[in-house]
């Protein structure tokens, strides 16, 4: 059975040598400036040079695996948001701390409600199961090397995940760059109209219940699916969507977004894009919004901007093309096709980089219960 020791007894604790620069006193340097989540900027000057053990203060995340423990090495400068640890190496490695506190959830020693913080008294009491340092060192090379195959893994994952979403776009920029024969050519303001969504006003009362009332559809309902419903006091068709209506987000960091599938009153960031005729569908409407034939020249303008806005002025003037209804549909059941299949792929990367997180914290909670013996270690 391992011995346990409270964090104090095997570092020492450098926040009194902290110090925070506002953003506008950094001189710029060649020196990175660390925070409670790491590098946040380059200054000139710096407070140690050693290698050393961050952990965040405030402003982090302290459950089993966010990583709230990081190491810094060299000429660093660190603010007070960040404790400053230094290891007794001759009783606990550098590796083996930061394994430790990253796989574990500190939650009982976080104090503050509208502030979460890890105070210094509560950091220097979390207990540290202390092998001797062969144990931790043959523990660290197994975690090291596990951790280094699910890096890959996740990598790999993620790299399938992007080629996966990045075929179907490909195909839908293949669609609507087409001009087939018997195509219309046209422009989106003349093919469709645009309706701004409802601007709240105080007078207006939110609540859950949904007796006689309308949903009411702001882009969190449209990018989170388990996002909690509000509802509102019918105003009318003018702001109405049904479900297979389509909108674009006008401002923030999702403008251009395309929402669909649900039916309520969009907020007034949120504008209603709807066919002037029966020439073509809406999901046909939809699929051209969410193409890059659409999306690229939009975000070109606003991508750069402080506060990305999508205006109605902006569009009005963008090509717009469709076949014949029957061409219409082909093409969609196509797109829906190359969708199901996409989705499918989408399923099973994000299911693989969930497995693979779950790993990560089986690992720790083994390491650290003394589960992690040689040959389950390496089996791992």
Same mark, same amino acid.
């Given at each position: 059975?391992?011995?346990?020791?409270?964090?104090?007894?095997?570092?020492?604790?450098?926040?009194?040598? !902290? %110090?925070?620069?506002?953003?506008?006193?950094?001189?710029?340097?060649?020196?990175?400036?660390?925070?409670?989540?790491?590098?946040?900027?380059?200054?000139?000057?710096?407070?140690? #040079?050693?290698?050393?053990?961050?952990?965040?203060? *405030?402003?982090?995340?302290?459950?089993? +695996?966010?990583?709230?423990?990081?190491?810094? #090495?060299?000429?660093?400068?660190?603010?007070?948001?960040?404790?400053v640890i230094r290891p007794k190496?001759?009783?606990?490695? #550098?590796?083996?701390?930061?394994?430790?506190?990253?796989?574990? *959830?500190?939650?009982?020693?976080?104090?503050?409600?509208?502030?979460?913080?890890?105070?210094? +008294?509560?950091?220097? $009491?979390?207990?540290?199961?202390?092998?001797?340092?062969? $144990?931790?060192?043959?523990?660290?090379?197994?975690? *090291?090397?596990?951790?280094?195959?699910?890096?890959?893994?996740?990598?790999?994952?993620?790299?399938?995940?992007?080629?996966?979403?990045?075929?179907?776009?490909?195909?839908?920029?293949?669609?609507?760059?087409?001009?087939?024969?018997?195509? =219309?050519?046209?422009?989106?303001?003349?093919?469709?109209?645009?309706?701004?969504?409802?601007?709240? +006003?105080?007078?207006?009362?939110?609540?859950?219940?949904?007796?006689?009332?309308? !949903?009411?559809?702001?882009? =969190?309902?449209?990018?989170?699916?388990?996002?909690?419903?509000?509802?509102?006091?019918?105003?009318? *068709? !003018?702001?109405?969507?049904?479900?297979?209506?389509?909108?674009? =987000?006008?401002?923030?960091?999702?403008?251009?977004?395309?929402?669909?599938?649900l039916m309520g009153v969009i907020?007034?960031?949120?504008?209603?894009?709807?066919?002037?005729?029966?020439?073509?569908?809406? %999901?046909?409407?939809?699929?051209?919004?969410?193409?890059?034939?659409?999306?690229?020249?939009?975000?070109?303008?606003?991508?750069?901007?402080?506060?990305?806005?999508?205006?109605?002025?902006?569009?009005? #003037?963008?090509?717009?093309?469709?076949?014949?209804?029957?061409?219409?549909?082909?093409?969609?059941?196509? &797109?829906?096709?190359?969708?199901?299949?996409?989705?499918?792929?989408?399923? &099973?990367?994000?299911?693989?980089?969930?497995?693979?997180?779950?790993?990560?914290?089986?690992?720790?909670?083994?390491?650290?219960?003394?589960?992690?013996?040689?040959?389950?270690?390496?089996?791992?």
């Open positions: 059975m391992w011995e346990i020791n409270p964090l104090s007894v095997l570092c020492d604790v450098l926040d009194s040598r !902290r %110090k925070p620069i506002t953003k506008k006193d950094r001189s710029p340097g060649p020196y990175p400036y660390y925070g409670a989540t790491g590098i946040l900027d380059y200054v000139e000057g710096y407070l140690f #040079d050693e290698k050393l053990v961050l952990i965040g203060e *405030d402003g982090a995340k302290w459950g089993a +695996g966010d990583n709230s423990a990081f190491s810094i #090495d060299g000429k660093t400068w660190v603010n007070n948001h960040a404790h190496r001759n009783k606990v490695l #550098d590796k083996w701390l930061i394994y430790y506190l990253n796989g574990e *959830d500190l939650s009982d020693f976080i104090t503050g409600m509208t502030v979460p913080k890890l105070n210094q +008294g509560k950091l220097r $009491e979390i207990p540290i199961p202390l092998p001797p340092i062969p $144990e931790q060192q043959r523990i660290v090379a197994i975690l *090291d090397q596990a951790f280094a195959d699910i890096e890959n893994a996740r990598a790999n994952a993620e790299k399938n995940l992007k080629n996966a979403r990045e075929l179907f776009d490909s195909y839908l920029n293949q669609v609507f760059s087409q001009r087939g024969e018997g195509w =219309v050519e046209t422009t989106l303001s003349k093919a469709c109209s645009f309706s701004q969504g409802m601007q709240v +006003g105080v007078k207006n009362q939110f609540d859950n219940d949904s007796k006689n009332r309308i !949903r009411f559809l702001r882009i =969190v309902d449209f990018t989170q699916g388990d996002h909690e419903p509000r509802y509102i006091d019918f105003p009318g *068709d !003018r702001y109405s969507v049904l479900e297979g209506d389509v909108s674009l =987000v006008r401002y923030g960091a999702s403008a251009g977004f395309v929402c669909t599938g907020a007034n960031n949120l504008f209603k894009v709807s066919p002037r005729s029966e020439a073509f569908t809406t %999901k046909y409407l939809y699929y051209f919004l969410c193409s890059t034939v659409f999306q690229a020249p939009i975000q070109r303008v606003i991508g750069g901007a402080a506060m990305p806005a999508l205006s109605f002025g902006m569009i009005n #003037d963008l090509d717009f093309s469709y076949p014949d209804i029957a061409d219409q549909i082909r093409i969609i059941n196509k &797109i829906e096709k190359l969708s199901q299949k996409i989705k499918a792929l989408e399923t &099973i990367y994000s299911k693989k980089l969930s497995e693979l997180e779950t790993l990560k914290k089986s690992l720790l909670q083994k390491a650290f219960s003394g589960e992690l013996t040689k040959s389950k270690g390496m089996a791992a």
